[in-house]
């Protein structure tokens, strides 16, 4: 910001508070340095919000914290990270994106479960737990659903793929 003299308020991940709007050109200046930086420039609200609502969503997956372990619901988790209320989250969410925030969280728990089974650490009940499932049956259900395979039958056919190619590795 300072190489482009652009005053700004505060820079903090992911987001920048300016001091006063900036004109057309600099705007132009700004978004092609953040390209070539491998950034974004997001002027849409819109977009914003959406961006954040995913972050939200995949830090709550991939990190839970104490209230997530005391099973606090995904829309009262998410309306006090972001402070704003649920149901306009959800309503914009399906507007822009197409999907409804429940089930883009429910593709993202199934991609770690995915993870997770993989990396051979946990077990079936330990997932369904750091994941806050009712249950294995409900993560098990949930899974199948979504990919059409058991759990089990996917970590087999994971495995399976990768000893292949391994002794494919070896010729």
Request: proline share 2%; net charge neutral; charged share 30%.
């Amino acid at each position: 910001m300072d190489e482009y003299d652009i005053p700004y308020k505060s820079i903090e991940l992911g987001e920048i508070e300016l001091k006063s709007a900036i004109s057309d050109e600099k705007r132009a200046e700004l978004k092609r340095a953040l390209l070539k930086s491998g950034h974004e420039l997001m002027d849409d609200r819109k977009a914003v919000m959406i961006e954040k609502i995913k972050g939200a969503v995949i830090s709550m997956i991939r990190e839970p914290n104490e209230e997530l372990i005391l099973k606090v619901k995904h829309s009262d988790y998410l309306s006090k990270k972001l402070d704003y209320d649920y149901t306009y989250m959800a309503n914009l969410f399906s507007e822009v994106t197409g999907v409804t925030i429940e089930h883009f969280i429910i593709a993202h728990k199934i991609e770690r479960v995915k993870e997770l089974l993989l990396y051979d650490e946990l077990n079936l009940t330990q997932i369904a737990e750091s994941l806050n499932y009712s249950s294995v049956s409900h993560l098990s259900s949930q899974f199948k659903k979504v990919t059409g395979l058991t759990p089990t039958f996917y970590k087999q056919l994971k495995n399976k793929k990768r000893t292949i190619l391994e002794d494919v590795g070896k010729i």
